[in-house]
């Protein structure tokens, strides 16, 4: 089963020996991934299942589609990546698909994003990873894997152990609890192939940030980490600290999240330090602390006179007015490596304004790259907010017009009824 019509055959046995009917989202897929290879031939296929498409699925996935799921990827070497975000597949069906990763020696990602799935399904599949070598990136943000009586992210710290082949590792938004997350930080310092970790808004119970003092430590000996999420960890300035100390040493890192945190401007302070050094460090994410102006002019006079590696700066609402808005827009001219700029939810006074403005004018900053747009009313410059974001399509993305991305199947315009022509796509994404 190496091209889409030994997988269509395939699909249509598996449905015949498990006695049910055709899934009516697979078959349309398998269909337009046949019409796509007759115009251009393709050795693997995307396997797009999203559950939050309404273009495009007309059912979305339960327990007990996940058999005929299992039994169709079983031994298939065509399809080597699944999305299922946005379905209703329980623990059930996660134990399901958790013995078909055991078995298979194709599939390198699966997206199991925002389903209903718990302790026990987190347990089946962290256990696959114990046996499967081809697996490469593995989404359950959004799934609650972790209860107080059940640490669903555990599993996936041993199995961090033992697996050898997963780089990506998506935990975001899965309550996992204190214990788990020091014990994912803690296995990292010796796991070599990991390169992304997203353990997003953990429930912890202390306000000690021993969490983010494990991971700071990690970041220190580890080589390979090249993109680390740490959102809604209740950090402060105190955790700011050890994270910019021991990236000192740090030079693979590249991104790094820290939104929605309680940094300040002291705080801020040091990871300004940390970016005189020119680590490796090229996309920084402090949206939604508490930076203000001095924070801004910190950052500010890092990447003026020092930092020639940072590419991507988010500092979205943080309460910046126009003295730190307007030092960011003049580090820009100076710094040519910096090249976006995420700065919406400040206090947009006319003389930062007229600072963006200006670096629009004159091309330094692509409109591309920022989440403002510069307009003028009666003389005075106003800025007004873009949909653009470092993960626009995390979560969802649009299947009609300029923004879609190429992993995601182009649907009719409503308007116009037909498809609009396909652009590359690239984002910072997980």
């Known amino acids: 089963m190496s091209d889409i019509l030994s997988s269509l055959f395939h699909f249509e046995t598996s449905c015949t020996e498990l006695g049910v009917k055709p899934h009516p989202y697979i078959a349309k897929m398998l269909d337009r991934e046949k019409d796509q290879n007759a115009l251009d031939f393709n050795s693997s296929m995307h396997l797009y299942l999203a559950g939050n498409n309404q273009l495009l699925c007309e059912k979305r996935f339960t327990d007990k589609d996940c058999p005929l799921l299992a039994k169709f990827l079983d031994k298939n070497s065509f399809i080597t990546s699944v999305d299922l975000r946005y379905n209703n597949i329980t623990d059930a069906g996660a134990k399901v698909l958790g013995n078909m990763l055991a078995r298979n020696t194709t599939l390198k990602e699966l997206n199991l994003m925002c389903n209903d799935i718990g302790p026990a399904g987190a347990e089946s599949l962290a256990k696959a990873l114990h046996t499967n070598e081809t697996l490469r990136l593995l989404r359950l943000n959004g799934n609650k894997l972790e209860t107080k009586e059940h640490k669903g992210g555990m599993h996936f710290a041993q199995a961090l152990q033992i697996n050898t082949s997963l780089e990506h590792l998506d935990l975001g938004d899965t309550d996992l609890r204190t214990e788990s997350v020091i014990a994912l930080g803690t296995v990292l310092l010796h796991n070599s192939t990991i ?77 300004a330090n940390l970016l005189q050094h020119n680590t490796g460090l090229e996309m920084l994410d402090l949206g939604y602390n508490r930076l203000e102006d001095d924070g801004a002019m910190h950052i500010a006079e890092a990447i003026t006179h020092c930092n020639t590696t940072l590419k991507c700066l988010v500092i979205v609402h943080n309460n910046i007015s126009s003295p730190g808005l307007c030092a960011i827009a003049d580090a820009m001219k100076t710094n040519m490596s910096l090249t976006n700029i995420y700065i919406w939810g400040n206090n947009h006074e006319e003389p930062a304004c007229i600072a963006f403005d200006n670096l629009v004018k004159t091309g330094r900053l692509d409109m591309r790259n920022t989440d403002v747009q510069p307009y003028i009313v009666d003389g005075v410059t106003y800025l007004c907010e873009l949909n653009h974001g470092i993960q626009r399509h995390y979560y969802y993305a649009g299947v009609y017009g300029d923004d879609v991305p190429e992993w995601q199947p182009r649907g009719p315009n409503p308007r116009s009824g037909r498809a609009s022509d396909s652009i590359p796509f690239s984002s910072f994404e997980l």
């Open 195 to 271: 390169k992304s970790i997203n353990v997003n808004r953990p429930i912890l119970f202390t306000h000690m940030e021993e969490p983010t003092v494990h991971f700071a430590k990690m970041l220190k000996v580890n080589t390979t980490i090249k993109e680390i999420h740490l959102e809604k960890y209740d950090m402060r300035d105190f955790g700011a600290f050890r994270l910019a100390e021991n990236l000192m040493h740090n030079f693979t890192l590249t991104y790094i999240n820290l939104s929605c945190n309680r940094i300040t401007r002291d705080g801020t302070k040091e990871l």
